[in-house]
């Protein structure tokens, strides 16, 4: 068997598959929460139990960063090392990758059906680089490198780049990030679930309106107030909300812009994480690829670009359960 998993700081989501089978047929799937358990290994027991399981190979998407096999969760209290798990699961063949290259391998091979085009007058997605990022908790980039015969994934930490005001009104909210957060403003204190909420701040602040009742009444109970400002601009019920969202899509256009231009993504640009699919509407609206297309002499060279978003919520997964299954077939 194929053992793959995609580690958040929310969820772990842990797959068996047959390699006969492929990624998107697991045997068994399970989803536990993260914070309930002290580490990897106990969810691990508690999945394979008592089960006479032979572990061919094991890959592992982790929110953090990879060094020398080796990470320490970025929102989990855990410490994974792979040649400890290697051990655990006693099998040779055992990778921890960073949770956006193993969504960036998933990509490749979700089917046309599970993705929506953002570039309507793009050509068709050739042999070549690919750029990859997602928006949720944080900001996730990875890139997938070709070589001529297949792709390789790198990861990054991307999402926390300098972020690049492009006209007055990002020039005033990088200020404004600035007074809240120091000097160094990432791309990730805007996009992000959190980067709402910034965005929002920012925008009430400038316009003078004061927070929308029912922003206020949930950061009164200590509850997400950007999933509320999301559903207020995505019911046209709150003009800051909605402004909040327009400004947030254009400056997401404008970094998936970046990254195509820092690695010619001829191979496409690649949209995932979950904000994405829970604002498609303004996705869509044109502020996004306004962004994206915003690259002065290279305007025309971005039209050709293909640029998708997937709403399949189990493309990490797959990307981990393909990159296992290319170790044991190399």
Same mark, same amino acid.
């Given at each position: 068997?194929?053992l793959a ?10 797959g ?5 089978r492929?990624s998107?047929d697991?045997i068994?799937e ?6 309930? @358990?002290?580490? $990897?290994?106990?969810?691990l027991?508690?999945f394979?139990? &008592?089960e006479?399981?032979k ?6 998407g982790?929110?953090g960063?990879i060094l ?5 969760t970025?929102?989990?209290a855990?410490?994974l090392?792979e040649?400890e798990l290697s051990?655990a699961?006693?099998t040779?063949?055992?990778?921890l990758? !960073?949770?956006l290259?193993?969504m960036?391998?998933?990509? $490749?091979?979700l089917?046309e ?6 570039n ?5 997605r050739?042999?070549?680089n690919?750029a990859v ?5 944080g900001l996730g980039?990875a890139?997938? @490198?070709w070589?001529?015969?297949r792709?390789h ?5 991307g ?7 492009q006209?007055v009104i ?6 404004f ?5 120091? &000097? ?14 910034n ?6 602040e400038? &316009? ?10 949930? $950061? ?6 950007s999933a509320?400002v999301s559903?207020?601009g ?7 909300s909605?402004?909040t969202?327009?400004l947030?899509?254009?400056i997401?256009?404008?970094?998936a812009? !970046?990254?195509a231009?820092?690695?010619l993504?001829?191979?496409g640009?690649m949209?995932?994480g #979950?904000?994405?699919?829970k604002?498609?509407?303004?996705l869509? &609206?044109?502020?996004? $690829?306004q #962004?994206f297309?915003?690259k002065?002499r290279?305007a025309?060279?971005m039209k050709?670009?293909?640029?998708f978003?997937t709403?399949?919520p189990?493309v ?7 990159y296992?299954l #290319?170790?044991?077939?190399?």
């Amino acid at each position: 068997m194929i053992l793959a998993g995609d580690i958040g700081g929310t969820k772990t989501v842990l797959g068996l598959f047959d390699p006969t089978r492929g990624s998107s047929d697991p045997i068994r799937e399970e989803v536990f929460p993260s914070r309930n @358990f002290g580490s $990897l290994e106990q969810i691990l027991e508690r999945f394979l139990g &008592n089960e006479p399981i032979k572990i061919q190979a094991a890959s592992f998407g982790v929110a953090g960063a990879i060094l020398d096999g080796h990470c320490f969760t970025t929102n989990l209290a855990w410490e994974l090392d792979e040649k400890e798990l290697s051990t655990a699961l006693g099998t040779a063949r055992c990778k921890l990758l !960073n949770d956006l290259e193993s969504m960036a391998y998933g990509m $490749l091979y979700l089917p046309e059906t599970d993705l929506i085009s953002l570039n309507p007058d793009a050509g068709p997605r050739k042999k070549g680089n690919v750029a990859v990022l997602a928006a949720g908790t944080g900001l996730g980039e990875a890139f997938l @490198f070709w070589d001529g015969h297949r792709h390789h994934t790198i990861a990054t930490e991307g999402g926390h780049t300098d972020f690049a005001p492009q006209d007055v009104i990002e020039n005033q909210l990088l200020r404004f990030l600035i007074d809240r957060f120091g &000097n160094h403003v990432s791309y990730e204190r805007i996009l992000s679930g959190p980067g709402i909420y910034n965005v929002y701040s920012f925008l009430v602040e400038r &316009n003078g309106t004061g927070p929308h009742p029912k922003v206020a009444e949930a $950061l009164s109970r200590g509850e997400d107030p950007s999933a509320v400002v999301s559903d207020l601009g995505l019911t046209n019920s709150d003009p800051t909300s909605r402004e909040t969202l327009e400004l947030f899509c254009r400056i997401y256009g404008a970094e998936a812009g !970046n990254m195509a231009l820092k690695i010619l993504a001829v191979g496409g640009v690649m949209i995932g994480g #979950g904000i994405a699919p829970k604002i498609l509407p303004f996705l869509q &609206n044109g502020l996004f $690829l306004q #962004g994206f297309l915003r690259k002065g002499r290279f305007a025309t060279f971005m039209k050709t670009l293909p640029l998708f978003l997937t709403t399949n919520p189990r493309v990490a997964i797959i990307g981990a359960a393909e990159y296992a299954l #290319g170790m044991v077939a190399h």
